[in-house]
């Protein structure tokens, strides 16, 4: 399949060809997209047909289910069964943005859409070029990231090229997004719980609801027989090909132990700004990247950097940990999930 590769501004966005865009998403073909996380790969919600294409696209399991795109609150009434006073509260607070609220789904919704489950995952995101193309095409866009399953998610359109060009029917290239991790999802089903950490933490939501619980297995390595309620996190995920540890300890110490552990090897280093000096002894054959220096710039600057390292070819990746405070914890779910939770304790 030719896919018809497009570069949107988002200071001045072509209609023209977001309508095209949106043609292509009410006729049931695939449409990837930037979002404010990460870039998402659209069809529409309504049709388990076009849902199918996503997953095969993806290479994803069938069990995982996706998430509903919205422009506007009006949509959510169509899709949902019952908005209640958490949803309406996180909803003025948190919408448009890094937020998923997961609720009872109406039957309009297939069940090709939610992996046979009978609640939808509902995001309204804040990015112009997506909630324009919502608009658009007239329906909810379900989208994943638009990444083949288990790869780090896409944060700019060449990364989405590397991994759909010649797959789906067109991509959006809208460079590089804001967050540059997933949403943060909230089941509101039951005792609201946060599901997977994203941008919005634990704090933000808990000055707008009284309570949020956190679904086990989001900072440590879940038990064999532990059961996630967003059944992507079971899944190995953002892996990058080369074997990536972690290493915790004080930074002088760290970087002492990784200076060691490099030698000899074809590897990769991931630090942050004013640690960069502290590896004055690493040949120069070895790729030392920093990721930035707050949490915000690290979290974006994640998933490309583990691609990055795919692209370099390296065979092992070792590196520091970050504060599990705040954006932190998204950013050490990430971690934890590309290094199979390999720490070392220095
Ligand atoms: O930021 C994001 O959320 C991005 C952008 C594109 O919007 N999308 C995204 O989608 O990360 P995906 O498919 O990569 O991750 C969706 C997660 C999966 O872990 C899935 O299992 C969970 O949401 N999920 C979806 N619907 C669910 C439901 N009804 N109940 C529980 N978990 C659900
Ligand atoms: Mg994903």
Known sequence: METKIVKINPESIDE???????????????????????YGL???????????????????????????HISSVDMLDDIVANIDDNARKLMDAFWPGPMTLIFKKKDIVPDGTTGGLDTVAVRFPSNKIARMLIEK???PIAAPSANISGRPSP???DHVVEDMNGIIDMIIDGGHVGVGLEST???LTGTPTILRPGF???????QVIDHVEVDGGILEKPSEDFRPKAPGMKYKHYAPKADLTMVKGQ????????EQAVKGQNAGIITIDTH???????SDDIKIVSLGNSIEEVAGNLFGTLRQFDEWGVDVIYSEVFEEKDLGVAVMNRLNKAAGYKLVNV
């Open 155 to 157: 944060t700019t359109g």
């Open 200 to 206: 919005v933490t634990r704090k933000m939501i808990e």
């Open 137 to 139: 095409s007239g329906v």
């Open 42 to 68: 659209g069809a529409n919600a309504l049709d388990a047909q076009a849902a199918a294409r996503i997953y095969k696209a993806k290479g994803r399991p069938s069990d995982n289910p996706l998430i509903a």
């Open 251 to 258: 930074a002088e110490n760290v970087a002492e132990y990784i």
């Open 276 to 282: 960069m000096d502290l590896y004055k002894n690493v």
């Open 185 to 187: 999802i909230i089941d």
């Open 16 to 38: 023209k060809c977001l309508e095209e865009a949106g043609q292509i998403i009410r006729e049931g073909g695939l449409v990837a997209f930037p979002t404010e996380t990460v």
